[in-house]
Each structure stands twice: as structure tokens, then as C-alpha cells.
């Protein structure tokens, strides 16, 4: 078996600035409802000296991805090179991927009447849907396809001090190992 | 940047974000929220701290982001910059760390500070700065032993009535230090918006023409000449003469030439206000401005997004509000915070009916009919050292860049031709991001050409007063802008300071018609000495440039940095307390400036302001501005944006939960916050950890509602963003600085009220 | 009663209110909630839901709708239906307002159980609409449901009280296992009834409880904050106990149905009619016949 690249996102925190520019870099590219943010930023422990930490958090395309296994009717797949993406023609939107989500990746439009929720939406890592790729349908559902025109997803590229990361969870680890290394270099 | 200016010769950001990450070993950041202003300038610090280890020292009144990731924060109080500042001086000098072969050769005046420095002991600088000495301490030694170091600020600097003593104040740190002129060093002062660097260089400004050439007989001929027109005809566009030297008036309080509050001094109050380009409800004093827009005879905006200058006012005639064209939907170059240029490409064309800023600019030149004059210089090139009509027609952008190329020499931007900058802008990935080098076919070039790029040959000067580069590969010395000797001091660099590959051993005046031949030992021919201009500033023919070339010499000279500015009413930087202090026992000791008189056409308070009443007693909150990072400036375009305007829903203020319960608020809940001058604001309280309970930290970005009435029936149909709030600039309270005139927006006094 | 009903349409008729807030889940509570994912102190709820859901759930209920229609199945053919004379006397035991209440329930189970099982099943019918719009009636039927619980629950509630005889009914299990008639200990209802009765309606209040929770997702009624739990547990609470509720539920409404239309014959026309034979109380709720007799209403 050949060795597969295994899509990672990673935030490093000592980057981080709570500049919401993935987020809203996210929301633009995908025109998602307001209400959605497949990508959130958060800051922990405002203003608290020492110890306050901003980070963002969207699907981390888990390997053995808990709502894929837990999803009733199935409609999760998960590519070759590890991103978790899945069917919102199958899905019933009925929550449970959010119940077994660590980082409280998917989120339901509430569309229908009396506030129903819609089908699930979550990161794509900028890989679309099950659709044809690059088709009308797969963006309207899903948003732009990125990683189908070789791009690397927006959030990243938009990232102003590159703080996250995504590619192959190898090359990733290796970047974040360089910066941690380095600090603490240099003092001479 | 006057302060800036006035010490070394040009009011801008010495190095480049790229020359921190690669060489800074300290940042000490001060007045500026990067993190929230600027992220991309904010990733060059952490690419810093993560590659060489750099320390990173932050200086705010409020906890920000950017503090959020310092090595070493420092809490200090609103306006007392001076102050801290001479706090570290009194240290570096009692422990004798300055740079004293750097002082001793290119610094003039460094005894005054030394003495100034003396009163500042670290337990003074506590009781007026509010950082604990022992921190005050630490950070001197660690910029004293740590080089090269970055000195970093924004607008948390100048917005300030002392504004121009702050600007000072930094520059002299880092001479003291000896970092000026060095990679890794420098003063790294970042502009607010995009292209703000460029505006300033093509004279936004009421005190100035274009290139910062002063408003005095002399330059009006040189732009007369350079834009083809006669002398005489300029002069006739004035009322009189004499305005023709005379300041405009400023940004910050043109409403008083309407209102005439206060005593005014010119020929007629304003009566029509051209609003193109500029955030009017991002200024101080939104109820007085709001009163002159009313009292106008004729307000026109001109611009790509609703201005809230047309909301804020109750008018209902005579208010135009003309659709301008994005720089999406032109051509051109602006200029980076570093002095670099970058071009920019048409995206589309002017979308419905909006046109271009010069296309506006155009058709009122042709109705007031001075189309012909106003553009005659775009069909002219400097031939056989003459400068000459030579087409009938002008093509944009490139003729108006080369007519900027060829004629603001004060600033070096001799190099910037549109095929320069064109290559620049096609070959980005042939240029190195931290050297700002390039490679390739762009070798012996810097990215952008960051002025002074002298000729077309010039690779421009990534690093300002670096004498240890030639001044044809970027090097320079400091200008000779301020006389050749004061009080009997020689005024030119020491004979140490040669700058690398000159022809001429240490210090040499800024060249002139009269003293090149002896400067640069060289014989002018009779035709050279019939074309030569008077000095390097309005020498058309490009002579003076060339003969400078020769000799490895920047026409500007190669002087001293100065640290007492006699012209000024502070030749030496001091500690004075903000106009509206919460500390009246300072105010005793350190008072402001005496009242001032015709200042940009009009007197302004200080003195009588600050002692008009013990303010801390009724007003005993310290209001602090802050940059929120979806919004800038007025946010008029960001809040048309409903993922942006999704983030700060609605205007708030961050208030400690000690201070907001003492008041009663609870996290959520609305305020009143009464200003000195009257005017109040009703925001949102919301706790946060990042301000102490003396201080409360408000966004400037909103408008759209005033002192508690919702504005929002005087958006033209359509134009109502998805947020509206109240704006701070409401309450900022009244005060400006002694030269510049930018309003006290960073210190100031409030009074909350639960509402 | 009534203040609980109001509160129950309150929340159906806040859910715009109560998503608007969008703070409980996707907030700042992000953090701490991923940080306490799988740790002991919130009882591993994320990875036990999702061990429960994907190596179990659907075996056990496979097994409750499969097994248990079989065992009955079973004990039809080799046990056989109770017989009981129909022609004899009737009595009267359900009023025509518990008969229409049991109508309601009756209705509500029909739809519930069914677009449930398509739910957990969801995935062998290709998911999509047919299962999406299976949710919807299930959510729809949760208000006829809730609707009839609570008077059924009110005028039912003290008959079904447990007594020491509904022991001696348990050890011999109602006398299915025989095919004997026989006199049987047992009250209006016997205990085999009365478990039902409670799993249906205190099961059934849960039920709808987190039920309610799943559907809004992102509320804040204090409900989380009364049980120390961050909202997402809460709602990993809700899906574990309506799950495995769900299953109980299931079997013992397959046996409510069994016993009802074939265990006994005719028996479902009690609650049709409102008269049960007089045979069959005598024999299958033969202290409720005694009391009868003794205080003469017989």
C-alpha cells in the first residue's frame, strides 16, 4: 500500500491573533448563511495576562471520524487523502455527528418551518461534496471546490500570520517542529 | 510624523515588516495594536519571535492582542509616552549603555535630553506612567542589551496633544541606542490604513505641497514650473496673495472655519465642504461636526460607499453624494507603509455610473476651466535637461506617475517610472521577502523601490540613514534639512560617518547649485550651470542627481539627527499631562502648552481647557480608542459586509466588571458615557479582563447613531449598513496636538451613567 | 399541570428565540468542550454515544423488533390466545374521555415507532428525504404524543399504582405461559399493564424531554446549568437515554399490541367500546371482579 497524504489542519496558537480572517474568509468563499460558521474563532480567557489563547477550530477531519461512524443513514464518506466530507442529500439533519464531534464541528441551518434544521454543514476543507466536481450543484451546496483546482483551502490561504496549517499531517508536524525549535534559538 | 521628521529629515517608517523577522533581536511595540490594525504586519513580529528568538515588548493602556503575545507587557496610562520614555533614557544613561560613538558622531543636542532624563527616576516614572519601576527597569536593560532593536508604533502615539513630542521621544530612544540606520533597528512607525504613506507623500495635507515641499514662495515657483503653468496665474486662483502661504485649514477642525467658535483666521468662513475620500465621522467632535455639515451651504461626497458624513447631518438640501469608483476599478500606484510602491491593476471598470477619482477631479477642472493648466504637465518630459511639452495627449496612469517621478525630489521618487513599478508588480516572486532583494532579471533592485529610489537607476533604500551601504545600493546618512550650524554646533555628520563608496570623507551639507562644484570637487560646463536649479529639491534638469550619482553622494546631504527642535514650543521632548487628566496633582506638575494662536487658521485651547475645571472630579474614567480588527477607520465600508458586521454585531465598550458593577451594569448592559464638552453615547457594557477598572476602551469604527437617536431614516434607500452605532468620536474630548492639530483621540475622561 | 403544558408549547413556540442565541455549543464553549471530550469527568459521553451508536444501537433494536414479534409468535401457535366468553355480561371500564385520550396515543405510538426505527435504520433506506421527512412526523407526533400523556397519566395513574399481588402476577407471568384459564391476581390492571404504564408515561416524559433538547440543539433554559453539564452533554445525555428508553419502549409496545389484538381475543374492543366481558375480568383481574362484587357495583 502506498503511503496516502492525510489532510490536517492545525492552528498554531502562538500565531493566532484572533484576526476572524479564516472565518470570514470561510463565510465569503462559501456564501454561507451568517447564521453558520464553519470556521470559528475563539479567544480564552479575554484579556487575562498570561494566559489568554486564541485558536480556530473547524472540522479536523478526524481519522476514524466519530460522525461518520455514528450517522444513521450513512452519509459521511471519507476521501483518500483523509478529508471527511459528506452527502447533504442523504443527510436528515438529525444531529447526532454534532453529539459525537470532539470539536463541535457540524452545524444545522434552521431553514425550514418553525425553525426545522436543515442538513448538516461543516468544513469541506474546500473539497465539496459527493456532486460532480466544480459543478453548480456542488457549490451551491457545498462551496467553492479549492482543493479540485489544486488551491489550498481559504482559510489557510487567507491566514495573515500563518497561523493555520493544513496539508499533509507529516509535512504540517514538520513546519510546527521547526518553529518550536527555533524558539529559544537565535539569542546570541 | 512632523516629530519624526524634524529630528532625522523624513516623517517615515525607517526599515521594513521584512528586515524585523530577519534581523530584529528586540521589538518594543508602543501605541499600536497590531494584531488588530494590522495582521500582516503583526505576522512579521511572531515570524520574529519564532526565528531569532525576539523579544517582543508591548507598551498599551488596554491588554490587546498584540499584548496577548508579548514577552514583556506594560500597562501604561493614557498620554504619558514622554514620560516612560525619559523613564528608560534616565536608566540607559545612569548605567552609561547609550551608543556614545553613534551620539558623539551623528547626533546633534544629546546633552538636553541627558539632563531632561536626570528628573526622570523610576519612581517618578511610576507615579506618572503607572508601570512599576521594577518593569520600567527591566525593559530599559533589555533594550540597552539587546541589538539591534525595533521601535514600533501607530496612532497610539500621535493621536495624543503631545502627540509631536511622542514622536520625537521614540526617534531619540533609538538614536540613543545607536540603532538607527541599522538592520534589525529603526523605527518602524506603521500607517493606519492602506496607502495612508502615499497619501501624505502626495500632499492630503494643509500645510504642505506635494513631496512635503513647504508652502513658501520658492516651492510654488518650482511647481509652477514643474506643472507648466505661470506663477502669476497660481496665484490668481487665491483670494489674496498672502493665503497663498498660509496653512489650510486641518482635517481635525475645519468645522470651526464653518462654526467660527473659536477665533478663525481667514477670508471667509467655509462654505462648501468636497468630501472625497476621507471618513468625516472618524474624526473628534461628531456633534460640532455634525452642527458645521448642517450650516454648510453645500455638502458633496464623492465616494465608493455611502459616507456617514451625509447621514449625521439633518440637511435635506444641497448635499450631493457622488459615486466614486474602487481602486478595483482603476490603475495606479500607492505606496506601502515602508516607502515602497506597489502598482495596481485595473480589476474591472468603473461599475453604473461611478467614476474614477481623477475622473472626477477632471470634469470639475474642466467646469471651473482650468482643465488645460491642471493637466499640461502629464504631456511634458524633461529633454536636453529643459522640461518641455512634448504630445498633445497624456495617457493614465503613466504620465501622471512620471510627472510625480520627475518632480518630487524631495522624497527620491526619481525611480519610480510605471514601467519599473509595472515590472515589480509582474515579478513579486522574484524578490526576497525579508531582504526585499531581488533576484533574477529584478537583481540590484528592492521590492517596490521604497523611496528615496533617487534616479531610474537607484535600486531605492529598503533601510533609512543606513551609512554603511553606498548611497547607489540604498545607503544614505541622515538629510541635512535643519541649516548647517546651530548655536555655533556644525550641524553635518562627523567626520567618522562616511557613507560607504562616497567620495567624500564624513558630513557634507545637501547640494546647491552653489556649493556643488566645491562639495563634489568637480567643474560644471557654462550649459550644466545655465540648466542647474537652485538646489537638489527643484533641479528640473536632473543635474545635480546625476553629479551626486557620480560621486556615490545623496543630494540631501549627509547631517546629524537632531534632539532639540528649536522651532518648536518644546525644543526639548517633556512630559505633559493630557488635557482632560485624571490626575490633577500632575496637572500641577506637568501642565500643557499655553493657549495657541492660528494654528491651521484657527486658535486652539490647551492651558485654559485643562485647568477650565478639576475634570477628574466629575469625569473620573480614563476613555481609551481601540481598533477592532473587522472594522476600519469610520467602518463605513466594513459594515456593508454582513460576515464582518456579523462579528461586532453592535457599538460596545470594554469596561472591567469591577468598574462596570460598581456602576451597576451588568455584562450586556446599556451606559451613557458623558464627555467634558457636554455630548454623550449609549453603548453596550461589555466585561472584559483587557482594560483596568480606571479605564474604559471603546471601538471607533461605528456611526450611524448620535448621542442616543437612532439616524438610521437619513440613509438614502439601499445605503444603510448591516450595523450602525454610536460613535465614539462623539466624546472624545477636546484637545489637539500643538503642531499637527490631530485630535487627543487616545487620551481623555468620561463620566459613566447606567441607562 | 397546565403551567408544565405552557411550558412545553413555550419551547415549541421559542425555538427562533432560543437558536438566536447560538452561543451554547458553537461559542465559546468550543473550547472547553473539546478539552473535556472523553475525559472522565464528563463520563466519556462524546466516545460512549458513539460506541453505544455504532457498535450497538442498531443490534439491540434489531433484536427488540425482530426477537420479540417472534417470542409472541411463538407463544401464539405452541400457548395459543386466551379465549373468553363474549357473549356474557360486559362491563363498563373506559370512559369516552380515556377511550379518545388512548385513540391519541394509540395514533401518536403508531407514527412514533415506526419513523423512529426508520431513523436508527435510516441508512438501509439510503437516508435522504423518505428518512428526513420520517423525522419530521416523529417530531410532529411527539406534540399528539405529549398531548394524551398527560391526562392519561392524571386519570390512570393511582389504578396503577403497584400492590403486593402484582408480585405473585410477575412470578407466574400474568399466566401466558399456561394454557389453563385460571384466576390471575390482578387489579384493573395487572402488573404487566402497569409496567407499561409507567415506562409510557414517565419513559414517555423523558422521552419528550430530550427529545425537545435534541430539536433545539442550542437553547438556554438553565436546564444544563441545573444538572452541572456543559449543553453539549446535555444533549449527549438526551440521545443515550431516549436511545436506550426508545428500545424498552419499543418491545414492550410490540407486547401492549400483542396482548391487546392476540393474546386475547377481543380484548382490543374494551377500549373501542368501553366494555370489557365480564369473563375476562373475572379470570385476568379477578381482585379487581372481587372488589366489584363487594361493593356491590357487580
Not at chain 1, 17 to 42: Q, Y
Not at chain 1, 61 to 86: S, W
Not at chain 1, 131 to 158: D, F, W
Not at chain 3, 72 to 99: L, M
Request: some cysteine; hydrophobic content about 40%.
Amino acid at each position: 500500500m502506498s503511503e496516502q497524504a492525510r489532510m490536517k489542519f492545525f492552528c498554531d496558537t502562538n500565531r493566532c491573533i484572533e484576526c476572524f480572517g479564516c472565518s470570514v474568509a470561510c463565510a465569503e468563499a462559501h456564501e454561507l448563511p451568517v447564521s453558520i460558521s464553519r470556521r470559528k474563532v475563539i479567544t480564552m480567557n479575554k484579556g487575562v495576562e498570561g494566559k489568554e489563547v486564541s485558536t480556530s477550530i473547524a472540522c479536523m477531519h478526524c481519522t476514524d471520524a466519530p460522525c461518520a461512524q455514528v450517522c444513521p443513514v450513512k452519509c459521511f464518506y471519507i476521501r483518500e487523502d483523509g478529508i471527511v466530507l459528506h452527502d447533504k442529500n442523504k443527510c436528515i439533519g438529525c444531529g447526532y455527528c454534532l453529539y459525537a464531534c470532539p470539536f463541535g464541528a457540524p452545524q444545522f441551518p434552521r431553514d425550514g418551518a418553525f425553525g426545522t434544521k436543515g442538513a448538516m454543514d461543516k468544513c469541506t476543507m474546500c473539497a465539496g461534496g459527493p456532486e460532480e466536481t466544480n459543478s453548480a450543484a456542488e457549490r451551491h451546496l457545498y462551496g467553492q471546490n479549492r482543493i479540485a483546482e489544486g488551491k489550498v483551502p481559504i482559510c489557510a490561504a487567507m491566514c495573515a500570520t500563518n497561523a493555520l496549517l493544513v496539508g499533509d499531517a507529516e509535512e504540517v508536524s514538520a513546519i510546527y517542529r521547526q518553529r518550536v525549535t527555533s524558539r529559544g534559538k537565535g539569542g546570541a | 510624523m512632523a516629530g519624526v521628521a524634524n529630528t532625522w529629515g523624513y516623517g517615515a517608517m525607517t526599515n521594513h515588516f521584512g528586515d524585523v523577522v530577519g534581523n530584529s533581536k528586540a521589538i518594543f511595540v508602543i501605541g499600536a495594536n497590531s494584531a488588530a490594525a494590522n495582521p500582516i504586519g503583526m505576522k512579521h513580529f511572531l515570524q520574529a519571535k519564532d526565528r531569532n528568538n525576539a523579544k517582543l515588548i508591548v507598551i498599551d493602556p488596554v491588554f490587546t492582542r498584540t499584548a496577548a503575545k508579548a514577552d514583556h507587557y506594560l500597562r501604561i496610562r493614557t498620554g504619558t509616552d514622554v514620560a516612560f520614555i525619559y523613564g528608560l533614557l534616565h536608566i540607559i544613561f545612569k548605567n552609561g549603555w547609550e551608543d556614545k560613538e553613534f551620539i558623539n558622531d551623528r547626533v546633534y543636542g544629546m546633552d538636553e535630553i541627558r539632563k531632561e532624563a536626570e528628573h526622570w527616576t523610576p519612581e517618578e516614572t511610576e507615579n506618572v506612567t503607572g508601570i512599576p519601576a521594577a518593569q520600567i527597569i527591566q525593559v530599559a536593560t533589555l533594550m540597552a542589551k539587546t541589538k539591534p532593536a525595533t521601535v514600533v508604533w501607530a496612532l497610539g502615539i500621535t493621536q495624543h496633544s503631545t502627540g509631536t513630542s511622542n514622536t520625537r521621544i521614540l526617534p531619540i530612544l533609538q538614536l540613543v541606542l545607536g540603532n538607527m540606520g541599522k538592520k534589525g533597528g529603526g523605527c518602524n512607525i506603521i500607517r493606519g490604513h492602506d496607502n495612508v504613506q502615499g497619501s501624505t507623500d502626495m500632499c492630503n495635507l494643509a500645510d504642505s505641497l506635494p513631496g512635503y515641499y513647504g508652502l513658501a514662495e520658492g516651492s510654488w515657483k518650482y511647481f509652477a514650473k514643474a506643472w507648466g503653468v505661470d506663477y502669476e496665474w497660481l496665484q490668481k486662483r487665491f483670494f489674496a496673495p498672502e493665503w497663498m502661504n498660509k496653512k489650510g485649514f486641518s482635517l481635525s477642525k475645519w468645522w470651526q472655519g464653518v462654526l467660527q467658535e473659536e477665533k478663525t483666521y481667514s477670508s471667509s468662513p467655509v462654505r462648501a465642504l468636497w468630501v472625497q475620500g476621507n471618513g468625516i465621522t472618524s474624526l473628534a467632535q461628531q456633534a460640532k461636526i455634525k452642527e458645521a455639515l448642517d450650516k454648510l451651504d453645500l455638502l458633496v461626497i464623492a465616494e465608493p460607499f455611502l459616507n456617514e458624513a451625509a447621514v449625521i447631518t439633518e440637511r435635506k438640501d444641497n448635499v450631493y453624494i457622488l459615486p466614486v469608483a474602487t481602486q478595483f476599478e482603476t490603475e495606479g500606484s500607492v505606496t506601502a507603509t515602508n516607502r515602497s510602491a506597489q502598482w495596481r491593476s485595473k480589476v474591472v471598470d468603473p461599475l453604473y455610473e461611478s467614476k474614477t477619482d481623477h475622473d472626477v477631479m477632471f470634469e470639475f477642472a474642466k467646469k471651473f476651466g482650468f482643465y488645460e493648466e491642471y493637466t499640461r504637465a502629464m504631456k511634458m518630459e524633461v529633454k536636453d535637461g529643459v522640461l518641455t511639452e512634448t504630445k498633445k495627449d497624456f495617457n493614465w496612469p503613466d504620465d501622471a506617475s512620471r510627472e510625480l517621478a520627475r518632480t518630487l525630489k524631495t522624497i527620491g521618487l526619481g525611480g519610480w517610472t510605471p514601467e519599473r513599478l509595472r515590472a515589480h508588480q509582474e515579478n513579486w516572486h522574484m524578490f526576497d521577502p525579508i531582504t526585499l532583494e531581488g533576484y533574477g532579471p529584478m537583481k540590484g533592485q528592492y521590492y517596490g523601490l521604497p523611496w528615496p529610489s533617487w534616479d531610474e537607476n537607484h535600486p531605492g533604500s529598503p533601510i533609512l540613514y543606513d551609512a554603511e551601504t553606498a548611497v547607489n545600493e540604498g545607503g544614505m546618512g541622515f538629510r541635512n534639512r535643519f541649516g548647517l550650524e546651530h548655536e555655533g554646533v556644525s550641524q553635518l555628520a562627523a567626520d567618522a560617518v562616511t557613507v560607504k563608496g562616497s567620495k567624500i570623507k564624513g558630513g557634507y551639507p545637501e547640494i546647491t547649485k552653489d556649493n556643488i562644484e566645491k562639495i563634489l570637487g568637480i567643474t560644471l560646463t557654462a550649459k550644466e550651470k545655465e540648466l542647474i536649479g537652485a538646489n537638489w529639491k527643484v533641479d528640473i534638469s536632473g543635474i545635480i542627481q546625476e553629479k551626486c550619482r557620480a560621486a556615490g553622494v545623496a543630494p540631501y546631504g549627509n547631517a546629524r539627527a537632531r534632539t532639540i527642535v528649536w522651532e518648536f514650543p518644546d525644543p526639548v521632548p517633556k512630559h505633559r499631562e493630557p488635557i482632560h487628566s485624571p490626575r490633577p496633582d500632575l496637572v500641577e506638575k506637568y501642565p500643557t502648552y499655553a493657549d495657541q494662536t492660528d494654528n491651521f487658521r484657527v486658535d486652539v485651547k490647551f492651558i485654559s481647557e485643562q485647568t477650565a475645571q478639576e475634570w477628574a472630579k466629575d469625569f473620573p474614567t480614563m476613555l481609551v480608542t481601540m481598533r477592532v480588527v473587522n472594522l476600519s477607520g469610520a467602518g463605513m465600508l466594513e459594515r456593508t459586509s454582513k460576515y464582518l458586521s456579523h462579528l461586532t454585531p453592535e457599538m460596545f465598550a470594554n469596561i472591567h466588571p469591577d468598574l462596570a458593577l460598581k456602576y451597576g451594569l451588568r455584562d450586556g448592559d446599556m451606559m451613557w458615557l458623558h464627555a467634558p464638552q457636554g455630548t454623550k453615547i449609549k453603548v453596550k457594557a461589555v466585561h472584559d479582563f483587557s482594560v483596568t477598572p480606571d479605564r474604559i476602551a471603546l471601538p471607533y469604527n461605528f456611526a450611524g447613531v448620535m448621542q442616543g437617536v437612532d439616524l438610521s431614516a437619513n440613509y438614502p434607500d439601499g445605503t444603510k449598513p448591516y450595523t450602525i452605532g454610536e460613535s465614539s468620536n462623539t466624546i472624545i474630548n477636546y484637545g489637539y496636538d500643538i503642531i499637527t492639530q490631530i485630535p487627543e483621540f487616545n487620551a481623555g475622561l468620561c463620566r459613566i451613567e447606567k441607562a | 399541570m397546565k403551567n408544565f403544558l405552557f411550558f412545553i408549547l413555550a419551547l415549541f413556540f421559542s425555538v427562533s428565540a432560543a437558536y438566536a442565541a447560538d452561543t451554547r455549543i458553537w461559542g465559546e464553549m468550543i473550547i472547553p468542550n473539546i478539552l473535556a471530550y472523553g475525559t472522565a469527568e464528563n463520563y466519556n459521553l462524546g466516545p460512549l454515544f458513539v460506541l453505544l451508536q455504532s457498535q450497538y444501537l442498531r443490534l439491540v433494536f434489531a433484536v427488540a423488533v425482530i426477537a420479540v414479534p417472534a417470542i409472541f409468535a411463538t407463544h401464539y401457535f405452541i400457548v395459543g390466545p386466551k379465549v373468553f366468553i363474549h357473549d356474557g355480561n360486559k362491563i363498563y371500564i373506559f370512559s369516552v374521555f380515556q377511550r379518545i385520550i388512548h385513540l391519541l396515543a394509540a395514533v401518536a405510538f403508531l407514527l412514533l415507532v415506526p419513523t423512529g426505527l426508520m431513523i436508527i435504520f435510516g441508512r438501509y433506506l439510503g437516508g435522504g428525504t423518505l428518512v428526513e421527512f420520517a423525522r419530521h412526523i416523529h417530531g410532529f407526533a411527539t406534540i399528539v404524543f405529549l398531548v394524551s400523556v398527560i391526562p392519561m397519566f392524571l386519570f390512570w395513574f393511582v389504578e396503577m399504582l403497584p400492590t403486593t399481588y402484582d408480585i405473585k402476577w410477575v412470578f407466574i407471568l400474568g399466566g401466558y405461559l399456561s394454557k389453563q384459564k385460571k384466576e390471575i391476581p390482578a387489579g384493573k390492571f395487572n402488573a404487566g399493564q402497569k409496567m407499561w404504564f409507567w415506562m409510557c408515561t414517565l419513559g414517555g416524559f423523558v422521552m419528550i424531554a430530550t427529545g425537545i433538547f435534541m430539536y433545539l440543539q442550542d437553547f438556554d433554559y438553565g436546564i444544563a446549568t441545573a444538572l452541572g453539564v456543559s449543553q453539549i452533554d446535555l444533549l449527549r445525555i438526551s440521545v443515550i437515554a431516549h436511545n436506550i428508553l426508545a428500545v424498552m419502549i419499543t418491545a414492550f409496545f410490540f407486547t401492549h399490541v400483542y396482548m391487546s389484538l392476540f393474546a386475547i381475543k377481543g380484548a382490543i374492543h374494551s377500549i373501542i367500546t368501553g366494555y370489557k366481558e365480564e369473563d375476562e375480568v373475572k379470570h385476568l383481574h379477578s381482585m379487581y371482579y372481587k372488589k366489584l362484587l363487594a361493593s356491590g357495583k357487580k
